[in-house]
């Protein structure tokens, strides 16, 4: 029998996967469980979206242009326009999900053996496609304490080498919800510029921006134009995660004109996903407003209850729709774990995602645990009072 | 400005795309053009698949699986054992098209610097896959003389090496047509289970096999269970080539449990495609047997008009939808252009593939070309038309 690849035998199991056999076993006892762990939110996709699906008048279901659809492309430069990200058709690229944006970025940007260095905690699956391209992810911390701001540029440029060869943000955060600033911004351009490093940035949750502060994307910073990559997804957006469509987006031409031949080489996005999102860039307004007074809503509940908490503490994000919360535990994963296979109040428990599983340092985050406030308010309520009680009872509770 | 990465500074520009540019000046120019380049068929998406895309109920369109919505998994299930695949639904991957199963198989299966045995002439793309994985294609040359059977085990042999770690395959072939015998696959079997290597095989085409030849799959393979990866797409069985629907396949637990991280990710393959292709399991077998019946009638018409073309010679295929055909040319590249760029038939003319982009060998498949016989008979009929006439005109003619 063959031996698989090493990358493939080294890819590490999520602490939320690991979780699920827990999660299928307190199901089947009759246990309702609040799902907390992932960011599939339960908002509609846009009506504009799902009936231009619906009204596709489709004989031949053919491949669309390998880096989608002209006319998708063209029109979602004008939902650009309104962020003030100015780009034509050729500088962007429509993939199957952001997934396969970071891939491909990865792919054209960097050799295998090269560094790119990640403020941790950060989105589990860019080591995934980090392993895929056979480049080294060298994280760098940042704290709960000050809320995942970005760290010291100084602690970055401790970490530079002859390796490295770029930085990759997500801005607004997961797994944080933090947003950067316009001045943490200015000072990873500088970085970014002095060591002329790719800047990956993957900005999938902008939708999302909370207390009036600015959205500040990569694609503003002026003097890096070159070295820039947006990674973007309709997922959250448009709540169309199965679409499976994203895109990336560069104004440089080599990376663009690369990076086309790794999507040529899979000959194209998916078809309905793209009529959808052709259609959905005409949601009116009033959709995202609404949208977001919601998660306004959810979190300002849920950060409220956690902090009420004795012994939590669980800094307030401005954007996407996730927080984390230090929690007065021994170790995350346990916790995680015993809520579903040891606890129940009223016959109910909550599923939260462990931060470990978001940090590449050994132990960091073994206190934390992510919380995706994608559930109404009425589910919310009643998961966080899952979790109050939990902390009342966990055995291996630290105060 | 950072410098792209080795591997997509050195991916080649397939043969095609270089002559989509000027395509579009003739189509400019008033220039009707036959596209047998590309092998997206004309044939209509049956109505089970695209009436279960229109008539789907989503409120909001979630993540399906990572392995793919596990109804379709069990569904697909009973129709491979109507080919005497027998597989559960763990031995499948839903694959965002065949394009994703090949990328997943490689990067599971292969390490950097491995090597990889395939028969040339092969599909392009296999190239793209290969270098994003860093593994290096060793090509084995097959001869348009046999009709581009299996080369002999012997020459395998010869290609074997410490680092080779696999053999691939298209069965039935792109761009050759060929189907492998039973003793061609046997042969190939003992060859595998001596060097303990993996088989990946891309059998995408199984639907398009002519002449009663029997279709054997690799899964069918008694010794070699472990061994052996099967690649699958329903492009071209549904002619839904825009859904990106494809599967990795294999009863090999190691080889699926990483493939399967990999899959998890990029999150989930596209939602409407798994609609419709779990539908379009359904479809009634005359729909199968017209399509057959159709490209029967292709196949035949083109093979004949080829052949009786002075110098020309093109062995008639036993599957898929393609062939090869040696023609009377200097250049097939050059050819290729000249027809887009220099020559008219009563305002037609035709769109080749160059052979040149299926081998691997530098020099092979000079004077070749590969023809897809995806359009109806009407216009196939031009379309050799405009051929025989281009040939004899074609300045770099050699006969």
Same mark, same amino acid.
């Given at each position: 029998?063959?031996?698989?690849?090493?990358k493939?035998?080294?890819?590490?199991?999520?602490?939320?996967? #690991?979780?699920?056999?827990?999660?299928?076993?307190?199901?089947? &006892?009759?246990?309702?469980?609040?799902?907390l762990?992932?960011?599939?939110?339960?908002?509609?996709?846009?009506?504009?979206?799902?009936?231009?699906?619906?009204?596709?008048?489709?004989?031949?279901?053919?491949?669309?242009?390998?880096?989608?659809?002209?006319?998708y492309? =063209?029109?979602?430069?004008?939902?650009?326009?309104?962020?003030?990200?100015?780009?034509?058709?050729?500088?962007?690229?429509?993939?199957?999900?952001?997934?396969?944006?970071?891939?491909?970025? @990865?792919?054209?940007?960097?050799?295998?053996?090269?560094?790119?260095?990640?403020?941790?905690?950060?989105?589990?699956?860019?080591?995934?496609?980090s @392993?895929?391209?056979?480049?080294?992810?060298?994280p760098?911390?940042?704290?709960?304490?000050?809320g995942?701001?970005?760290? $010291?540029?100084?602690?970055?440029?401790?970490?530079?080498?002859?390796?490295t060869?770029?930085?990759?943000?997500?801005? $607004?955060?997961?797994?944080?919800?933090?947003?950067?600033?316009?001045?943490?911004?200015?000072?990873?351009?500088?970085?970014?510029?002095?060591?002329?490093?790719?800047?990956?940035?993957?900005?999938?949750?902008?939708?999302?921006?909370?207390?009036?502060?600015?959205?500040?994307?990569?694609?503003?910073?002026?003097?890096?134009?070159?070295?820039?990559? !947006?990674?973007?997804?309709?997922?959250?957006?448009?709540?169309?995660?199965?679409?499976?469509?994203?895109? @990336?987006?560069?104004?440089?031409?080599?990376?663009?004109?690369?990076a086309?031949?790794?999507?040529?080489?899979?000959?194209?996005? $998916?078809?309905?996903?793209?009529?959808?999102?052709?259609?959905?860039?005409?949601?009116?307004?009033?959709?995202?407003?609404?949208?977001?007074?919601e998660?306004?809503?959810?979190?300002?509940f849920?950060?409220?209850?956690?902090? =009420?908490?004795?012994?939590?503490y669980?800094?307030?994000?401005?954007?996407?729709?996730?927080?984390?919360? #230090?929690l007065?535990?021994?170790?995350?994963?346990?916790?995680?774990?015993?809520? !579903?296979?040891?606890?129940?109040?009223n016959?109910?428990?909550?599923?939260?995602?462990?931060?470990?599983?978001?940090?590449?340092?050994?132990?960091a985050?073994?206190?934390?645990? &992510?919380?995706?406030?994608?559930?109404?308010?009425?589910?919310?309520?009643?998961? @966080?009072?899952?979790?109050?009680?939990? !902390?009342?009872?966990?055995?291996? #509770?630290?105060n």
């Amino acid at each position: 029998m063959p031996s698989i690849s090493h990358k493939a035998g080294a890819m590490p199991a999520s602490p939320i996967r #690991k979780l699920v056999p827990f999660a299928e076993a307190a199901k089947k &006892r009759g246990t309702k469980i609040y799902h907390l762990n992932i960011g599939q939110p339960d908002i509609e996709t846009p009506a504009s979206f799902i009936n231009a699906v619906k009204n596709a008048d489709i004989k031949v279901l053919e491949y669309s242009h390998s880096a989608g659809n002209e006319s998708y492309r =063209k029109k979602l430069c004008n939902y650009y326009k309104e962020y003030n990200i100015n780009i034509d058709q050729n500088e962007v690229i429509i993939t199957c999900g952001g997934s396969e944006a970071i891939e491909i970025a @990865m792919m054209t940007c960097f050799n295998a053996g090269d560094e790119i260095i990640i403020p941790e905690p950060f989105y589990a699956n860019y080591n995934g496609f980090s @392993m895929a391209a056979n480049v080294k992810v060298v994280p760098i911390r940042s704290y709960i304490e000050t809320g995942f701001a970005l760290p $010291p540029i100084a602690d970055f440029e401790k970490m530079i080498t002859p390796k490295t060869k770029g930085i990759m943000i997500c801005n $607004p955060g997961n797994p944080t919800g933090y947003l950067y600033s316009k001045e943490e911004l200015l000072a990873l351009r500088d970085l970014v510029k002095k060591h002329d490093l790719f800047l990956l940035s993957d900005e999938v949750y902008r939708e999302f921006c909370y207390d009036g502060k600015e959205y500040v994307s990569v694609m503003h910073l002026e003097g890096i134009e070159q070295n820039v990559v !947006l990674l973007d997804s309709i997922s959250k957006r448009y709540s169309a995660c199965g679409a499976r469509i994203g895109a @990336m987006i560069s104004k440089n031409k080599e990376v663009m004109t690369a990076a086309l031949k790794f999507a040529q080489a899979r000959l194209s996005p $998916p078809s309905y996903g793209q009529i959808g999102a052709e259609a959905a860039l005409d949601t009116p307004k009033s959709y995202f407003d609404e949208v977001k007074t919601e998660y306004i809503a959810r979190r300002n509940f849920v950060i409220e209850e956690l902090n =009420k908490i004795d012994g939590v503490y669980c800094p307030k994000p401005s954007g996407a729709f996730y927080c984390i919360a #230090k929690l007065p535990i021994d170790n995350a994963d346990k916790f995680c774990q015993w809520l !579903l296979e040891d606890f129940n109040f009223n016959n109910q428990t909550v599923m939260l995602a462990p931060a470990t599983g978001f940090y590449s340092s050994p132990g960091a985050g073994i206190d934390e645990v &992510r919380i995706a406030y994608i559930l109404n308010l009425s589910d919310l309520k009643n998961a @966080m009072e899952c979790l109050c009680e939990a !902390l009342k009872v966990y055995p291996g #509770k630290t105060n």
